[in-house]
């Protein structure tokens, strides 16, 4: 099938885009953050409201430009793409959440100095994305690709499903290995700076390692998300723009929910099944509908599981002494 939105005819909007969300950045690091400060609830509560309403004013724009240029059914499936696949990478994002409390904690970054770090960990996320997503758009066309990554879905949903989660364990990750074996690394922080220079030597601070672990695990949790958006739609450019909007709001969502990650215990087994239901379209559900399985069925689904664990969660609260076990 060919695409709708090709990048020889469209170039002038990813660069268009790109503009906006670096323009985005520049106004939250330079403007609202250039002090370092811990960020509130209420605080965190607003950028959250602001990033998902860039996300629907855009997903507006785009369907509105889609019925210009196309059928109204097929500008509707567009928007309907767009808005699914920021959902799961919305969802998919409370996995990282969980990752930011305990790389956080490990390190002893203090509340104020942690948005500095989430807001290069969102630079280094977004430019991973946008590698794997030119990568995917060029393997998906062969069709057993799709298979393999559905199938890698799946397995991945039930290992989600029935795996125990694991606390970080950043001293073996090999790139803080190899981090530590090039570059000398300070005991303490050094305020909000990443690299310090002492008796000549340069430095990196428990600050940068931090930012380098959050990267590495971030590519982990990408070959999750990005094949899972093309089991949705075969739109480079929508699977690129529903994921950077979902990561913009990450840090947002990050200071939201950092504190209450503990109640929504069932929405693992949520993403779960989402990954598995993601996966079995590539495979299977897809073709059984002649290629492509209806969006809006899948919106419904997805949505509904996510938030049926939601509600179950609350419905079923952990019992204190689980919670506290964990925190400790």
Do not use: C
Not at 137 to 154: E, R, T
Not at 254 to 267: E, Q, S, V
Not at 271 to 291: D, P, S
């Amino acid at each position: 099938m060919a695409e709708l939105f090709p990048l020889a005819d469209y170039w002038w909007f990813y660069l268009g885009f790109t503009a906006f969300v670096l323009l985005m950045l520049a106004l939250d690091l330079g403007v609202f953050h250039r002090e370092a400060h811990e960020v509130s609830f209420k605080e965190a509560a607003t950028w959250s409201v602001v990033w998902v309403a860039l996300a629907l004013g855009f997903n507006f724009f785009l369907y509105q430009y889609a019925l210009w240029k196309f059928p109204p059914d097929v500008a509707w499936r567009v928007a309907l793409e767009f808005l699914t696949g920021y959902v799961v990478e919305k969802s998919l994002s409370v996995d990282n959440v969980f990752v930011f409390v305990l790389v956080f904690g490990y390190f002893a970054v203090p509340a104020k100095y942690q948005h500095r770090v989430l807001f290069y960990g969102i630079i280094g996320a977004l430019a991973f994305r946008a590698v794997f997503i030119a990568l995917g758009s060029a393997l998906m066309q062969y069709h057993w690709v799709v298979i393999l990554f559905g199938a890698f879905l799946i397995i991945t949903g039930v290992r989600m499903m029935f795996t125990p989660e694991k606390g970080v364990e950043p001293e073996k990750n090999p790139l803080i290995r190899l981090l530590r074996r090039l570059v000398p690394t300070t005991q303490e922080l050094r305020g909000q700076r990443f690299f310090v220079r002492e008796r000549g030597v340069l430095h990196a601070t428990p600050l940068f390692v931090a930012l380098l672990f959050l990267e590495a695990t971030d590519v982990i949790f990408a070959v999750d998300s990005v094949p899972a958006i093309f089991a949705l739609t075969k739109e480079p450019l929508v699977v690129f723009t529903s994921n950077v909007f979902a990561i913009l709001g990450l840090r947002a969502m990050y200071f939201m929910l950092a504190g209450a990650m503990d109640k929504f215990h069932m929405l693992k087994y949520g993403l779960a099944v989402v990954l598995v239901f993601v996966g079995l379209k590539m495979v299977w559900l897809n073709g059984l509908y002649g290629g492509k399985f209806p969006i809006s069925i899948s919106l419904g689904v997805i949505a509904g599981v996510i938030a049926l664990s939601v509600l179950l969660s609350l419905a079923f609260p952990k019992a204190r002494a689980e919670v506290e076990g964990r925190a400790d």
